[in-house]
């Protein structure tokens, strides 16, 4: 059973990404199930820090990016708006190259709190990064 009040494809998601920091990143959606939404991003100069490594701050960026896109398919976006309350992030594993891959998931969705376990891995499926995404669900005035 799906936990979607919209359904949406990755391309949907890719097109309202144009111009804003998910485009600039390279972050693109790939997959949107019945109960999770996934995207990769590319480890390269716009992602990595200055020692090579994947940026701890571009990964949380992946991770809000998939936690709040995947809350706002969640509600009516007509008397609903999700944002951001707390997120935190455990670095597990370096990436160098390449790309990894998000996965949110829900914990919990509420009338007033979504909350989401966003993991992100390398291209050899290896865990890079677990994230927690806190939203608050707001009426819309």
Known sequence: MSIWFMQA?????????????????????TQVGEDFIEATMP?????????GLLHGGASVTLAETLGSVASTLCVDPMKKLCVGLEINANHIRSAR?????????????????????????DEEDRLVCVSRLTLAVLDRR
């Open 97 to 121: 190259s390449g790309q990894v891959t998000g996965r949110a998931t829900p914990v919990h969705l509420g009338s007033s709190t979504h909350i989401w376990n966003i993991e992100i891995r």
């Open 43 to 51: 480890v390269d100069q716009r992602t990595v820090q200055p020692f």
């Open 9 to 29: 494809t990755p391309e949907d998601l890719n097109a309202t990404s144009v111009q804003t920091m998910v485009e600039h990143l390279g972050i693109e959606f």
